[in-house]
């Protein structure tokens, strides 16, 4: 079992920048990729940006080039910097850990972010 932490979200206006953090603890070994999606109210949850252990990433459309996953290891935890924010991207953003060998992936509880002047 894993579980994951988020924090970092906030109230922030158009075209600045928010870094969320996720910090995840108990079964880290069972982990082969770490991603981070958003639920805006009455939308369906999406990917946003994701990396493997293998240190492979990839962006949803909407956010690449302005977006940036990354990882620290040694502290488990993985963060996502956002630049140029844009009212569109509010949302409830939550991390999730992709599980090995069949085993239950994990969620956060979620973090929510709003855009606005």
């Known amino acids: 079992q894993v579980q994951l932490v988020e924090s970092g979200g906030g109230l922030v206006q158009p075209g600045g920048s928010l870094r969320l953090s996720c910090a995840s603890s108990g079964s880290i070994f069972s982990i082969r990729a770490m991603g981070w999606y958003r639920q805006a109210p009455g939308k369906q949850r999406e990917l946003v940006a994701r990396?493997?252990?293998?240190?492979?990433?990839y962006y949803a459309y909407s956010v690449k080039g302005r977006f940036t996953i990354s990882r620290d290891s040694a502290k488990n935890t993985v963060y996502l910097q956002m630049n140029s924010l844009k009212p569109e991207d509010t949302a409830t953003y939550y991390c999730?850990?992709?599980?090995?060998?069949?085993?239950?992936?994990?969620w956060g509880q979620g973090t929510q972010v709003t855009v606005s002047s």
């Open positions: 990396i493997n252990n293998g240190g492979t990433t």
């Open positions: 999730k850990a992709d599980a090995r060998w069949g085993l239950s992936d994990s």
